[in-house]
């Protein structure tokens, strides 16, 4: 950790929670958290304020003091708890990765035994560890602590500090704005993460300017990565790649500067996100991704299917484990496609499944009503009827926008959009007829009717694409509309009245 940077507020409550702890004779306390440097230093100081030793645990270094001093070889978990055990002066004992020898009866019992022991003394076990995995026997014994990441203010410091120390070889040209934007999106990350980037860009070019935002965004991308849940998107899609929904549109475009400062201090709160309910192909996800284009934040994809394990209690944490970082990562959108298929069977979850998928559903609704984080939910469903009343109930989402089958002037829109992106001139073709003759047809169809008619066009010889192409491939086309028109007219009818719509006047 950098030298001369202050606590930060969650920080300090933290610092003050242990010492409340240790103070109070608590034996064993489990930490979870990745920065083992500054779980360290936190607990230095309880130490110095209670006049108690530090001793550290590894299974690399044995024991050794605060200075690094090595105490004992004890180089195994058994041999660290006897040596634990003989010394009876107050003391905090800091366990490093412990959590690997909780699954072993004989380190269980005697941690056990060793809690109880402890209550008479003034000794303090803690395991530090980056996840939580506690065995059932020491439930009760253990007192569990989630270290606060970096906040605002520890970052701001970091940053000040590493400019003010490097100020005489590396020139900086970094705009107030810039600064708040590498400070905000640093957010979410360890101290040591932050340093490294920070290092990373001060010594890219020998300077430090509004580019190097850059470097946080690849640091983000990567702890995404990691998780093995989440998706990172590039969110290349923009609103103006989606024809019509002029109502949806309007709507985000009003919120496009909620995440800002101003707007906290207007006494605005962060938006809370939507549901896009809706026929199939006719933009619903490409919305949700131009959402994080428009508001220029990062777009994370839940995969639910990423969330469900067959190990008894992996699911719950797995779904845990991706709010965390969706919430580490904020401001950003948080992406969830077609959420119908993944909790159409909370209601016979109990029998089907032990209850995992209700749990997983239980803690998705618990986190949508109370977070106070800026991670914006984007939830795009295509049949309302398998989702579970209580999901769309006010207070966890802004706004229920329906996306209905493209209108005329919704069509006119589609049609020159795709004619575009594939490098033909809209002015080139009759889209009046273009557009009488796709009632119907999703946003989907009229693209793969476009691209159908290219493919017709190259092989004949690579002419030129006319309107009579379009109008034949729209023909081949059987629309979703009438392939389900029962569910169509279904879905269209359950929306009226219950939900806002889509589409409205330009």
Same mark, same amino acid.
């Given at each position: 950790m950098?030298?001369?940077?202050a606590?930060?507020?969650k920080?300090k409550?933290t610092?003050?929670?242990i010492d409340?702890?240790v103070?109070?004779?608590y ?5 979870v958290?990745?920065? +083992?440097?500054r779980v360290k230093e936190? =607990?230095?100081e309880?130490c110095k304020? #209670?006049q108690? $030793? ?6 690399a270094?044995g024991?050794?003091d605060s ?6 070889r004890a180089s195994?978990p ?8 003989k010394s009876?002066?107050p ?11 909780l699954n072993?009866?004989l380190?269980?019992r005697?941690?056990?035994d060793l809690a ?7 000794r303090?076990?803690?395991?530090l560890s980056?996840?939580?995995q506690?065995?059932v026997?020491?439930e009760?014994?253990?007192y569990v602590?989630e ?8 970052v701001?410091s970091l940053?000040?500090a590493m400019?003010?120390h490097y +100020?005489?070889?590396?020139k900086?040209n =970094?705009s107030g704005?810039?600064?708040? #934007?590498?400070i $905000?999106?640093?957010?979410g990350l360890t101290?040591?993460?932050i340093e490294?980037?920070f290092?990373?860009a001060?010594?890219t070019?020998?300077?430090l300017d509004d580019?190097?935002?850059?470097y946080?965004?690849k640091?983000k991308?990567?702890?995404v990565r990691?998780s093995?849940i989440?998706?990172y998107?590039e969110?290349v ?5 989606a024809?019509g929904l002029y ?5 985000l ?6 995440f800002s400062?101003?707007?906290?201090d ?11 309910v809706?026929v199939?192909?006719?933009g619903?996800?490409?919305c ?5 284009s428009?508001w220029q ?8 299917s990423?969330i469900f394990s067959?190990y008894?209690g992996? $699911?719950e944490q ?6 965390k970082?969706?919430?580490a990562?904020?401001p ?5 496609d077609?959420?119908e298929?993944?909790?159409a069977g909370?209601?016979s ?10 749990r997983?559903f239980?803690s998705?609704?618990t ?7 800026a991670?914006?939910?984007?939830a795009?469903?295509n049949d309302?009827a398998?989702?579970?009343?209580e999901?769309?109930r006010?207070g966890r989402?802004?706004e229920?926008?329906?996306v209905?089958?493209p209108i005329?002037s919704?069509?006119?829109e589609i049609f020159k959009?795709h004619?575009k992106?594939?490098?033909r ?15 119907g047809y ?6 793969q009717?476009i ?13 030129s694409?006319?309107?009579?192409d379009?109008?034949?491939s729209?023909?081949?086309i059987?629309?979703l ?9 279904t879905?269209?009818?359950?929306a009226?009245g219950r939900?806002r ?6």
């Amino acid at each position: 950790m950098f030298l001369n940077v202050a606590w930060g507020k969650k920080a300090k409550e933290t610092i003050e929670n242990i010492d409340i702890l240790v103070c109070a004779r608590y034996p064993l306390l489990y930490i979870v958290s990745h920065e +083992e440097e500054r779980v360290k230093e936190a =607990l230095d100081e309880v130490c110095k304020t #209670r006049q108690r $030793s530090l001793y550290i645990w590894t299974i690399a270094d044995g024991i050794f003091d605060s200075n690094g001093t090595q105490i004992h070889r004890a180089s195994q978990p058994y041999e660290a708890l006897v040596q634990i055990r003989k010394s009876k002066e107050p003391a905090i004992w800091l366990l490093k990765d412990f959590h690997c020898y909780l699954n072993e009866p004989l380190i269980v019992r005697f941690v056990r035994d060793l809690a109880r022991e402890s209550r008479n003394l003034s000794r303090t076990l803690v395991i530090l560890s980056p996840v939580l995995q506690i065995p059932v026997e020491l439930e009760k014994e253990a007192y569990v602590i989630e270290f606060p990441l970096p906040t605002y203010e520890e970052v701001t410091s970091l940053f000040d500090a590493m400019i003010k120390h490097y +100020e005489q070889k590396v020139k900086v040209n =970094l705009s107030g704005e810039a600064k708040k #934007r590498i400070i $905000s999106s640093s957010l979410g990350l360890t101290m040591n993460e932050i340093e490294g980037i920070f290092y990373q860009a001060l010594v890219t070019g020998r300077a430090l300017d509004d580019a190097d935002v850059q470097y946080v965004h690849k640091a983000k991308k990567e702890l995404v990565r990691r998780s093995g849940i989440l998706e990172y998107v590039e969110p290349v899609s923009t609103l103006e790649d989606a024809g019509g929904l002029y109502e949806l549109k309007r709507w985000l475009r009003k919120r496009r500067n909620a995440f800002s400062e101003e707007a906290r201090d207007f006494g605005l709160p962060y938006p809370k996100g939507i549901v896009l309910v809706g026929v199939q192909g006719c933009g619903k996800s490409l919305c949700a991704k131009a959402t994080a284009s428009l508001w220029q934040l990062p777009l994370l994809r839940l995969d639910m299917s990423k969330i469900f394990s067959k190990y008894v209690g992996s $699911s719950e944490q797995n779904m845990s484990s991706a709010l965390k970082i969706a919430e580490a990562l904020a401001p950003c959108v948080l992406w969830v496609d077609e959420v119908e298929k993944a909790f159409a069977g909370v209601q016979s979850s109990g029998l089907s499944d032990a209850g995992t998928t209700a749990r997983v559903f239980g803690s998705l609704l618990t986190w949508l009503q109370e977070k106070e984080s800026a991670v914006f939910v984007a939830a795009t469903a295509n049949d309302i009827a398998q989702l579970p009343p209580e999901f769309l109930r006010r207070g966890r989402f802004d706004e229920i926008f329906f996306v209905d089958l493209p209108i005329p002037s919704e069509r006119e829109e589609i049609f020159k959009i795709h004619l575009k992106k594939r490098n033909r001139q809209p002015t080139s073709f009759d889209i009046n007829r273009l557009v009488a003759n796709s009632e119907g047809y999703t946003g989907a169809e009229i693209e793969q009717a476009i691209i159908s008619s290219l493919y017709d066009a190259f092989d004949d010889g690579m002419r030129s694409l006319n309107t009579e192409d379009i109008i034949r491939s729209l023909k081949e086309i059987v629309p979703l509309s009438v392939i389900m028109r029962e569910s169509v007219l279904t879905l269209r009818e359950w929306a009226k009245g219950r939900c806002r719509p889509a589409t409205g006047m330009k």
